[in-house]
């Protein structure tokens, strides 16, 4: 199994530009989490979705994020117009309860 | 508000050394914690959760509520433990939050 599938795995943009992420959770998977890794931090959670549904996403920039789950499987992350302050690897995690998460690959992103 | 502190950035120890990795937690109810290691150019993936206590890879991790901390150990450090090791605490309405990491460096 591929387990989550993250794409693209890098990404170089210049600021203000907009970028979209997307994340196949692993099959069967109801909970999908979205997280932001700067250098040298850990992984801070932007949003959680169970099933379609987006329950926690306090976390989230909603001035320039948005996110969506269509039909409870794949998810797309979107920064626009993004700054240079975005630049992190953003991960995605689906998890089949609440505990134990699987992580994917995640996304370099670069704003130049 | 949870909060998970991992004070050391990096900690280097010796093949065949006692690793011991900390973490301290700080939360008002009763949470699940967990450690996640990501190897080089691997992804993130569990280790370890306090739930089952089990030992995996020879690495136990026990939950002191007393002292809020929840450190990873190993009796002897092989080269391949060296990774970025995270301590996560899932608290109220299963919301999760990570350390900032703590490198471990095995020294042949």
């Known amino acids: 199994e591929a387990g989550v599938v993250q794409s693209p795995r890098y990404k170089i943009i210049e600021k203000k530009q907009p970028v979209a992420f997307w994340c196949n959770p692993i099959s069967g998977h109801n909970t999908l989490y979205w997280y932001r890794q700067n250098l040298g931090q850990g992984p801070e959670l932007l949003i959680r979705?169970?099933?379609?549904?987006?329950?926690?996403d306090s976390q989230l920039p909603k001035d320039r994020f948005s996110a969506e789950r269509l039909k409870g499987v794949d998810s797309t992350l979107k920064i626009q117009p993004a700054e240079l302050g975005d630049s992190a690897v953003y991960l995605c995690?689906?998890?089949?309860?609440?505990?134990?998460?699987?992580f994917g690959p995640g996304t370099r992103l670069t704003v130049t | 508000a949870q909060r998970v502190t991992q004070p050391e950035k990096l900690l280097s120890v010796f093949k065949g050394a006692p690793v011991e990795l900390k973490c301290n937690y700080s939360?008002?109810?009763?949470?699940?914690l967990f450690w996640y290691v990501q190897y080089s150019r691997q992804r993130l993936q569990l280790l370890l959760r306090h739930i089952s206590r089990e030992s995996i890879k020879g690495f136990t991790a026990d939950l002191n509520k007393g002292e809020t901390s929840f450190h990873l150990k190993k009796p002897f450090a092989q080269e391949e433990d060296s990774a970025m090791y995270y301590c996560a605490l899932s608290g109220g309405y299963q919301k999760v939050t990570f350390g900032t990491g703590t490198k471990l460096q095995v020294i042949p």
């Open positions: 995690a689906s998890s089949p309860a609440w505990d134990e998460q699987y």
């Open positions: 979705y169970e099933n379609e549904e987006a329950v926690d």
């Open positions: 939360y008002s109810g009763s949470p699940e």
